[in-house]
């Protein structure tokens, strides 16, 4: 009995707001200054990435772009490895 009233009162209520939030989401009233907002932001964000790569650069210590480079040198020259000793171990086996 508690249950269904209590589901019955919390449907309405998710319904109600539901209807609310999906409107006010909507409009270009929010929509515009929260798009705005967010540009000011991500261009924030770049300009420091920008500027600590440049600090990390000028400290004489590898940049995040540096480590992914490296990185990726060290999957292909694993990749080769691993391709070698497969086929060294397909040689031994033929022998």
């Not at 009233?29 to 500027?51: F, I």
């Given at each position: ?12 209520w998710?319904?109600a ?79």
């Amino acid at each position: 009995m508690f249950w269904q009233m209590w589901k019955k009162g919390f449907d309405a209520w998710e319904g109600a707001t539901a209807q609310y939030l999906e409107q006010a989401l909507s409009s270009p009233a929010l929509l515009t200054p929260s798009g705005a907002l967010l540009t000011v932001a991500m261009k924030a964000r770049a300009q420091h990435q920008q500027w600590a790569a440049q600090w990390w650069g000028a400290a004489g210590l590898s940049t995040r772009r540096d480590q992914e480079r490296t990185l990726h040198a060290l999957n292909q020259l694993q990749s080769r490895l691993i391709d070698l000793e497969e086929k060294l171990d397909a040689l031994q086996a033929d022998r």
